[in-house]
């Protein structure tokens, strides 16, 4: 019985830190594009681009920047 739930757990915190690592990834690379996007893109669409940067900015801040590049062994 207490192998299963340990076995629940390790896998838990396997999912949680796939999960923050992706949001890492994700966060970075919408920041990326984004930023991209802010400086060549026309003003209708600046408004938008600049609450997605702000977003990527909270995303980065929350699983941190450098967590997705060493969970998925990014060389960059």
Known sequence: ???????????????????????SIIGVLGFVFSLI????????HRKEL????IACIVLMAACGIQTGINYFHLNI
């Open 1 to 23: 019985m207490m192998f299963l739930i340990s076995s629940y757990f390790d896998g838990l915190a396997s999912g949680i830190e796939y999960l923050i690592a992706l949001g």
């Open 37 to 44: 996007l802010f400086i060549i893109g026309s003003d209708r």
């Open 50 to 53: 600049l609450l997605i940067m």
